[in-house]
């Protein structure tokens, strides 16, 4: 199997595009938009799209987490993402923490582009990939024996290639380690969408954020890349996303992103797409799948739409999802 994105809603967004012609510069109603989008040249983002795109953000984690539009920031696919945050947060030669076995592209996006050194924090297939503690803290602690400066760590979730999701007590026990040792936590969360199990970052935030303890994160550390190349196969137009909790990294990767801006007429397409409700309550409760309403995911987390055709009647994302997971390079 050779795709990692989803192919299995192209039939709702061109339906959504018929129903909203004007969102396209290529057609007769959308024409008279070509100036505007041939002139824009602003890093800042039109905001009805960042306002979808925040909605769009939620929705894939099943509505439990809001996200603030101001604080997102598009860029040229995760792949582009990955490099700006890497030049924001990290100095050549400095290093990010990364559990095995990784997305060969960070070594290009990170260590080719930025310098930055990738250190393993080997997992085991024993225990299914899943990042253990004692293998976090030992990672950290060899790689400061070795006088290497660690700055982050760096964490697929779910995983490629091997698919594994982590639960919400190891990666609230991660964040905990990050904060205490004061690295940057970043989450690459372009598969998150239409898995069951799944937890994010940005739950753990909202939830550290409402406990208001004693113990409390530090949100400047903590930050998500996002794309639509996975959740919905638009790998052609390239949405990647930064979302970060820091105002000064939103702030400096925002500046960064017009080394690769995200072009005027994708932003168009895809905001009026994730505007339409009739598309987005097709795509998160998949009433057209043709599978029985009882049996459909409830709670805005329809596997249906997501991988569903590689999925087995138990709705266990996981296990197939596995394999349909390869690397580009
Ligand atoms: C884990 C992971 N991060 C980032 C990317 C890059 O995604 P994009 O196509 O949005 O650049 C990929 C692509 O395969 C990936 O698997």
């Not at 409830?298 to 390869?326: A, E, M, P, Y």
């Amino acid at each position: 199997m050779g795709a990692t994105g989803n192919h299995l809603c192209f039939d709702l967004v061109e339906e959504s595009q018929k129903r909203n012609p004007g969102a396209s510069i290529c057609a007769p109603e959308g024409v008279g938009g070509f100036k505007d989008a041939a002139i824009l040249q602003d890093y800042h983002v039109l905001p009805q799209f960042r306002n979808a795109m925040a909605k769009f953000m939620g929705k894939v984690r099943g509505d439990r987490v809001r996200f603030d539009p101001d604080r997102i920031v598009m860029v040229g696919g995760a792949a582009g993402a990955h490099e700006i945050i890497g030049f924001c947060l990290v100095d050549p030669d400095e290093a990010l923490l990364v559990p095995t076995s990784y997305y060969p592209g960070y070594y290009h996006y990170l260590s080719r582009r930025v310098g930055v050194k990738l250190v393993p924090i080997e997992c085991d297939s024993a225990n299914n990939f899943k990042l253990r503690m004692e293998d976090l803290e030992a990672a950290y602690e060899m790689a400061k024996q070795n006088n290497i400066q660690v700055k982050g760590l760096l964490l697929t979730n779910p995983s490629n290639p091997s698919g594994t999701i982590l639960d919400g007590d190891t990666l609230r026990s991660i964040a905990a380690f990050t904060n205490e040792n004061n690295i940057h936590l970043i989450c690459d969360d372009v598969y998150s969408a239409g898995k069951p199990d799944y937890v994010s970052i940005a739950e753990i935030v909202d939830e550290d954020r409402k406990s208001g303890g004693s113990n409390s994160l530090n949100l400047d550390l903590i930050h998500i890349v996002h794309s639509l190349s996975k959740d919905m196969g638009f790998t052609g137009l390239q949405a990647g996303i930064i979302y970060s909790y820091s105002d000064v990294v939103v702030n400096c990767v925002r500046k960064m992103s017009s080394f690769g801006l995200f072009p005027a007429q994708a932003q168009n397409v895809i905001g009026s797409v994730l505007s339409d409700e009739e598309f987005m309550v097709e795509l998160f409760l998949g009433a057209k799948t043709g599978i029985p309403a009882e049996k459909r995911r409830s709670g805005g987390r329809n596997v249906k739409r997501f991988f569903s055709l590689l999925v087995s009647d138990k709705n266990d994302g996981t296990v197939l999802f596995k394999s349909c997971l390869v690397s580009r390079y």
